[in-house]
């Protein structure tokens, strides 16, 4: 597993690039994610659901799915596609410092 | 005397029945299997009846006939489980106490849970095939589709045999090709992961599958609605998929009476230790077959693997010792590819399906991902195997944990051709697995994992809280505040930090 440079600091992350710790993950980082993930402007509805997946994690050691985070979480389906454009389960998980959610095969 | 109470007679339920009535007198343990009726499923069968391959008659038996002398069968509906009182609640008001409750009713598909997949082009344009009528309504509708928009659709992950989507624009390729309407149908498969498969290796070898039959592939597909009047799929990101055949993979749940016992996640799936199939809610409560939360596929292979490790784990379950014996995510599927051909999958939490031969090197006679008629006959044959030996717990050809023997872990492809067939299916059946693999590698193990109960995370239900479907009736669960923290630093020897990050493909 490889460690690379991230917003100054030197983080863990996996071979696509998602952090493998979850204790390396703050928001300063989580800002700089979310720049590589083409979300320029973090606002406080981006922060909500960010912080129900870091919260969702530890019990369950694994990331929350859309369907998780809209039933769970109480967010709306439609609006989060709006907040991480095209591929919001994998955005949400590299913003967050979480794994990429399992599609399970 | 112990009472065992198994709720599901289907695949892991009958099998954890067999084995472990051969396993104890029953002065030692009592055992009784709870389901709703008496029929049992050969539920790979579901994916043949579309096209007129297997008739109702050799899917459906009597769950009757596979459960042992000396195990009661109760038919009846479950209300709820009163975990803290040790007792299962029937629909017919009779109560079971148990002092240890194995949870092996699956999951269901719910179309429903959809929006639009209650609406009126149901059974008419819009169809499933994970269930039996579903399966024969669509026997009628693909015999008289005279060309058009096929679209084949996930709705979403996890799902029950990940591959038998697949399988259903392959074997519709092959029977448009037979009717000589080929040319008439557009196939489209649509689904909500970023490929054809998860793994990357599947994902390559199966795409080329898909275009190599001129089958269009549309990916990261997450379903809003179903879109009755249009007859289009239409995603959250609002891209529209029309159709004149629409067969969508529902969205795949555990039944009501989990989330009424405040034991299951927002899918009803009861959440589980990877390794044990041991709830984590409760210490004398597992987990078999579909209705887990195991990060592996819900297949048979699954429940027959994870039925093994548990009978392993069973005398350490009595003694009251910690379980030893964990299970690696092993799975193994046949894929039908049309033509008489299929391909095999061979994998586990930690390894991807790769190509090779299987189970033995450059012999097979299985070629894994890749088209033979061997794995074609292969997958045919398993139908008896099912009824005959599987359910009834007799030993078979293939084992628990994984073996990377024969696998191609570079992704080059097999080159191999598969041996004679009927040498190869003999063979492979009538040697016995611990000593043929006895003192080969395995594949790198599960990690071991507590097995003790924690404390879970599954609160009461709240009285009120948003829901994407409120036909989708999940738990509720109570979350942990988030608490902002200071990250910490890799420690990593800073000779080895690379500079840049890699960045994944978004």
């Known amino acids: 597993m490889p460690t690379t440079m991230i917003g100054g600091r030197p983080i863990d992350v996996n071979d696509e690039g998602f952090l493998t710790d979850y204790a390396q993950w703050d928001e300063d980082l989580g800002k700089v994610l979310a720049g590589y993930a083409g979300v320029d402007e973090l606002t406080d509805e981006h922060w909500k659901v960010i912080r129900f997946l870091r919260a969702d994690f530890p019990a369950r050691k694994e990331t929350a799915t859309l369907r998780r985070v809209a039933s769970v979480g109480g967010f709306d389906m439609k609006n989060l596609f709006v907040l991480f454009p095209g591929k919001p389960a994998k955005k949400m998980s590299y913003i967050a410092g979480l794994p990429k959610p399992k599609g399970c095969v | 005397m112990r009472k065992l109470v198994i709720l599901g007679g289907g695949t892991a339920g009958t099998m954890v029945a067999?084995?472990?009535?051969?396993?104890?007198?029953?002065?030692?343990?009592?055992?009784?299997?709870?389901?709703?009726?008496?029929?049992?499923?050969?539920?790979?069968?579901?994916?043949?009846?579309?096209?007129?391959?297997?008739?109702?008659?050799?899917?459906?038996?009597?769950?009757?006939?596979?459960?042992?002398?000396?195990v009661d069968l109760v038919l009846c509906g479950v209300e709820k489980v009163d975990a803290g009182a040790k007792t299962v609640h029937l629909r017919n008001g009779r109560e079971l106490t148990y002092d240890t409750l194995i949870i092996a009713t699956g999951v269901q598909p719910r179309l429903e849970a959809t929006p639009g997949g209650d609406g009126p082009e149901v059974g008419k344009?819009?169809?499933?095939?994970?269930?039996?009528?579903?399966?024969?309504?669509?026997?009628?509708?693909?015999?008289?589709?005279?060309?058009g928009r096929l679209v084949v659709h996930i709705t979403e992950m996890p799902i029950k045999c990940p591959v038998a989507p697949l399988e259903f624009v392959f074997l519709a390729d092959s029977y448009f090709k037979d009717k000589k309407i080929r040319k008439k149908v557009d196939i489209t498969y649509v689904t909500p992961l970023d490929g054809a498969f998860t793994k990357p290796v599947a994902s390559r070898e199966l795409g080329d599958a898909l275009k190599s039959r001129n089958i269009a592939l549309e990916t990261d597909f997450a379903i809003a609605e179903i879109d009755n009047e249009t007859r289009e799929i239409i995603s959250f990101d609002e891209r529209r998929i029309p159709f004149d055949l629409l067969v969508t993979v529902p969205l795949n749940m555990g039944p009501d009476y989990i989330a009424a016992s405040g034991l299951g996640d927002e899918m009803n799936f009861v959440p589980c230790d990877q390794g044990t199939m041991r709830s984590l809610a409760d210490p004398d409560i597992f987990v078999l077959g579909d209705g887990g939360t195991l990060k592996t596929?819900?297949?048979?292979?699954?429940?027959?693997?994870?039925?093994?490790?548990?009978?392993?784990?069973?005398?350490?379950?009595?003694?009251?010792?910690?379980?030893?014996?964990?299970?690696?995510?092993?799975?193994?599927?046949?894929?039908?590819?049309?033509?008489?051909?299929?391909?095999?999958?061979?994998?586990?939490y930690e390894t991807q399906p790769y190509t090779g031969e299987f189970p033995?090197?450059?012999?097979?006679?299985?070629?894994?991902?890749?088209?033979?008629?061997?794995?074609?006959?292969?997958?045919?044959?398993?139908?008896?195997?099912?009824?005959?030996?599987?359910?009834?717990?007799?030993?078979?050809?293939?084992?628990?944990?994984?073996?990377?023997?024969?696998?191609?872990?570079?992704?080059?492809?097999?080159?191999?051709?598969?041996?004679?067939?009927?040498?190869?299916?003999?063979?492979?059946?009538?040697?016995?697995?611990?000593?043929?693999?006895?003192?080969?590698?395995?594949?790198?193990?599960?990690?071991?994992?507590?097995?003790?109960?924690?404390?879970?995370?599954?609160?009461?239900?709240?009285?009120?809280?948003?829901?994407?479907?409120?036909?989708?009736?999940?738990?509720?669960?109570?979350?942990p505040e988030y608490v902002a923290q200071q990250g910490i630093d890799s420690t990593a020897d800073p000779a080895t930090v690379l500079p840049d990050p890699i960045v994944p493909k978004f």
């Not at chain 2, 499933?128 to 669509?138: I, V």
Request: aromatic letters at 10%; hydrophobic letters at 40%.
């Open chain 2, 125 to 147: 344009s819009v169809h499933q095939f994970y269930d039996l009528p579903g399966a024969e309504a669509l026997q009628e509708a693909m015999r008289t589709f005279q060309g």
């Open chain 2, 18 to 70: 067999n084995k472990l009535r051969a396993a104890s007198t029953q002065a030692e343990l009592s055992i009784t299997v709870v389901d709703q009726d008496d029929a049992h499923h050969y539920q790979p069968g579901y994916l043949f009846l579309p096209f007129g391959q297997l008739a109702p008659g050799q899917i459906v038996r009597s769950r009757h006939s596979f459960i042992p002398d000396g």
């Open chain 2, 297 to 348: 596929s819900k297949a048979g292979s699954v429940a027959h693997f994870a039925v093994d490790i548990f009978m392993e784990n069973w005398p350490q379950y009595l003694a009251g010792q910690q379980l030893t014996h964990n299970f690696d995510g092993h799975a193994n599927c046949f894929i039908e590819s049309g033509g008489g051909k299929g391909m095999l999958l061979d994998f586990n």
């Open chain 2, 360 to 479: 033995l090197p450059g012999i097979g006679p299985m070629s894994l991902l890749k088209e033979t008629r061997a794995n074609h006959w292969a997958k045919v044959a398993f139908r008896w195997v099912y009824w005959n030996l599987l359910i009834t717990g007799k030993p078979l050809p293939f084992t628990a944990d994984m073996y990377l023997m024969g696998k191609k872990i570079e992704d080059t492809a097999s080159g191999t051709s598969t041996p004679d067939l009927l040498k190869g299916l003999a063979s492979t059946i009538i040697r016995t697995p611990a000593r043929l693999f006895g003192s080969l590698p395995k594949a790198k193990p599960a990690p071991g994992r507590p097995t003790v109960a924690r404390p879970t995370s599954v609160a009461a239900p709240k009285a009120s809280g948003p829901k994407v479907n409120p036909k989708a009736a999940a738990a509720f669960e109570a979350l």
